[in-house]
């Protein structure tokens, strides 16, 4: 199997989980649902859904077909979630939520240039294909990845992200994200 036929298939998988599991937690009734492109959400209702995620997530992913791909991911820790609340309440702008609180689950998957750039071209026809809200190439404060965010066509589902980045860019994306992104700690 391709790098690219890997990535296509850790994206058809991330949509699949995440659709999967949105639908079991937020179309039971027994949580409320928010429209999360109001600009304002309860913290509680956001920590609640990340707790759940956090104990539950290695459910969804053991049964997928991943045996051949590298990947690492994480659930967001409460901490920065809060840390993320804190800065995004205090814009000017109020952004809707689902347009920053975008990355409670992330995955990362460290491929060449050639091939994020092959993905990257990709993205269009695979849009509709995986339900891909959007994507963006980011290049800025000495950080190099590819984002691409899952989100099921629901405003109700809170988004999820997968980032590809280049080999030669792991240790400066790293340590970038050391310095402007865990000063909570």
């Given at each position: 199997m391709t790098n690219i036929e890997k990535t296509r298939q850790l994206i058809r998988v991330v949509n699949n989980v995440h659709l999967q599991y949105s639908q079991d937690y937020f179309e039971t009734g027994k949580v409320q649902k928010i429209n999360l492109s109001k600009t304002t959400v309860p913290t509680e209702h956001i920590l609640q859904y990340r707790l759940n995620l956090h104990e539950s997530i290695n459910d969804y992913l053991i049964s997928q077909n991943l045996d051949n791909i590298t990947f690492y991911y994480r659930v967001k820790t409460s901490?920065?979630?809060?840390?993320?609340?804190?800065?995004?309440?205090?814009n000017v702008d109020k952004y809707p939520v689902n347009n920053w609180m975008n990355d409670i689950f992330g995955a990362r998957m460290i491929l060449c240039k050639e091939d994020i750039g092959q993905v990257h071209e990709m993205l269009d026809d695979w849009q509709e294909l995986f339900g891909l809200k959007n994507w963006y190439l980011r290049d800025k404060d000495d950080y190099r990845g590819l984002h691409i965010y899952f989100k099921n066509r629901s405003n109700f589902y809170f988004p999820w992200e997968l980032q590809l980045w280049d080999e030669n860019d792991v240790e400066r994306n790293i340590q970038n994200h050391r310095l402007l992104k865990r000063g909570f700690v």
């Amino acid at each position: 199997m391709t790098n690219i036929e890997k990535t296509r298939q850790l994206i058809r998988v991330v949509n699949n989980v995440h659709l999967q599991y949105s639908q079991d937690y937020f179309e039971t009734g027994k949580v409320q649902k928010i429209n999360l492109s109001k600009t304002t959400v309860p913290t509680e209702h956001i920590l609640q859904y990340r707790l759940n995620l956090h104990e539950s997530i290695n459910d969804y992913l053991i049964s997928q077909n991943l045996d051949n791909i590298t990947f690492y991911y994480r659930v967001k820790t409460s901490e920065s979630i809060l840390d993320k609340i804190k800065r995004f309440s205090n814009n000017v702008d109020k952004y809707p939520v689902n347009n920053w609180m975008n990355d409670i689950f992330g995955a990362r998957m460290i491929l060449c240039k050639e091939d994020i750039g092959q993905v990257h071209e990709m993205l269009d026809d695979w849009q509709e294909l995986f339900g891909l809200k959007n994507w963006y190439l980011r290049d800025k404060d000495d950080y190099r990845g590819l984002h691409i965010y899952f989100k099921n066509r629901s405003n109700f589902y809170f988004p999820w992200e997968l980032q590809l980045w280049d080999e030669n860019d792991v240790e400066r994306n790293i340590q970038n994200h050391r310095l402007l992104k865990r000063g909570f700690v």
